[in-house]
């Protein structure tokens, strides 16, 4: 198993197929890179990929909470 930011994983494969490899749309893997989103992707032993978030808890940012 290798683990790597879902950034370097795009640009090894495009984001397309790796879109498709996640099962997700280019889109929406477009989005998540262009805003920084902290996600990395683990290649499974059996050829299939999986992808986790990195967040801190609680994820709630200290800007909503004074809005609120």
Do not use: N, W
């Not at 879902?6 to 397309?16: L, N, P, T, V, Y």
């Amino acid at each position: 198993m290798s683990r790597v930011h879902i950034r370097e994983f795009a640009s090894k494969r495009g984001q397309c197929e790796a879109a498709s490899l996640l099962g997700m749309t280019q889109g929406g893997l477009s989005k998540a890179i262009r805003i920084g989103r902290d996600i990395y992707v683990t290649a499974h032993a059996d050829g299939s990929f999986s992808a986790e978030e990195v967040r801190p808890f609680p994820s709630q940012s200290i800007a909503k909470k004074s809005a609120a």
